[in-house]
């Protein structure tokens, strides 16, 4: 346990560093050329900060004791939904690019579906600790725990943010079929909802409440049919992409950084790293995201309470789907949606809760019978889950 514990921070520090170093070598003429900066060392220097910060929450919240998050954990659930509804009253939600999800403060922002993200994964751990047997029933578990994913997505989706909502859809699917949620309780619904998406799709529904999510997964079936405009972001990725060939050019000699590539140091930073490093670069990149989400799934394993076991799941599945649609997006796999590379991309709302979700597992997987915990061994959940 406490090697799998020291490699999770071995690995965090890790990307943590390497994301420093690409965030200058992507953003230095950026920042160098627009007149509101005009110094190479601004984005940089900005997320130097912020690293620090998000290290000190990483180890704070990871010697907090277990049973104190699991205590705020309906607190926190509760807390991120009220943050989602105020964001969105008019005057208090900042409204960028035609969505309403951060909190300004003066240079700083808040965006509340980070927290939320954390959040439901504590709520639903909670709510699988209370009772591990739940999830065979449909009133005691399904619903409760359906009701609660449904509740956080429509916030997101008002937003509008569909690809959040989607993400959190599909984390909170994974984590609760792995608790033994019953596939009976969801098929038929779920059968029933495929004809009233299909005729929101067909219909017009989706062009006329959200024409840019229109937009995207048009350009996605098409990519050459807007070169210029929607799909000009992802057309300069797969050039920087196929400019890295196996080794790259070398790094800081990216070309598409030289401000062809829109978001090249936040959600597009993936493209910049394989223009500089190549192929070889970027699975290497991979490999230690495979490796952190490896760690994460031991510390899942050998935790002695489900509460750990589930908080420590959700996080890796949390980080996995992240940087998954993230190198989807950037490679045109995905239609596009705007969502950062965890650790790497620059940013300080969504480094800050990365690590604090990190510090979380760490927290929760630490061995409870310190505690006067009755302790439940991983190998016991899983023989529960599957009964």
């Given at each position: ?5 020291n490699a999770v ?74 943050m989602l509804a ?302």
């Amino acid at each position: 346990m406490e090697r799998s514990r020291n490699a999770v921070l071995g690995l965090v520090l890790g990307l943590l560093a390497f994301g420093v170093v690409m965030i200058y070598s992507s953003s230095c003429v950026l920042a160098e050329r627009q007149g509101r900066f005009g110094d190479s060392d601004f984005f940089v220097r900005k997320q130097l900060i912020w690293t620090g910060i998000s290290l000190t929450v990483l180890l704070a919240s990871s010697w907090m004791p277990s049973r104190l998050w699991r205590r705020a954990s309906p607190w926190l659930f509760a807390l991120s939904l009220a943050m989602l509804a105020v964001v969105l009253v008019p005057g208090i939600g900042t409204k960028l690019n035609g969505a309403r999800r951060w909190f300004r403060f003066g240079e700083l922002g808040l965006q509340p579906s980070e927290l939320a993200k954390l959040s439901l994964v504590l709520f639903l751990a909670w709510l699988i600790d209370r009772d591990p047997a739940r999830m065979r029933s449909l009133w005691r578990g399904t619903l409760p725990c359906v009701g609660a994913v449904a509740a956080v997505c429509a916030l997101v989706v008002v937003e509008p943010d569909v690809g959040t909502a989607v993400f959190l859809a599909g984390v909170s699917a994974l984590l609760l079929f792995s608790a033994g949620l019953r596939w009976l309780h969801v098929l038929p619904p779920a059968a029933l909802a495929v004809p009233l998406v299909a005729w929101a799709v067909t219909g017009g529904w989706v062009q006329a409440h959200f024409p840019h999510l229109d937009a995207r997964v048009r350009v996605f079936l098409d990519p050459g049919s807007d070169p210029h405009g929607k799909g000009y972001q992802v057309a300069q990725s797969l050039i920087a992409i196929g400019s890295g060939g196996t080794w790259g050019a070398g790094l800081g000699l990216s070309k598409q950084k030289l401000l062809f590539l829109p978001e090249a140091n936040t959600d597009f930073i993936f493209a910049i790293i394989a223009e500089e490093l190549g192929l070889a670069g970027a699975l290497a990149l991979l490999a230690g995201f495979l490796a952190l989400l490896w760690r994460l799934r031991t510390l899942a394993v050998a935790s002695d309470r489900p509460f750990g076991h589930f908080v420590s799941l959700g996080v890796m599945l949390l980080l996995g789907l992240q940087t998954a649609m993230n190198v989807g997006v950037v490679t045109a796999s995905l239609p596009n949606k705007g969502i950062p590379l965890p650790f790497v991309s620059f940013g300080g709302s969504s480094l800050v809760f990365t690590c604090l979700a990190i510090g979380v597992a760490l927290a929760t997987t630490r061995s409870e019978e310190s505690e006067g915990s009755e302790a439940i061994p991983a190998s016991e959940l899983v023989e529960a889950h599957a009964a």
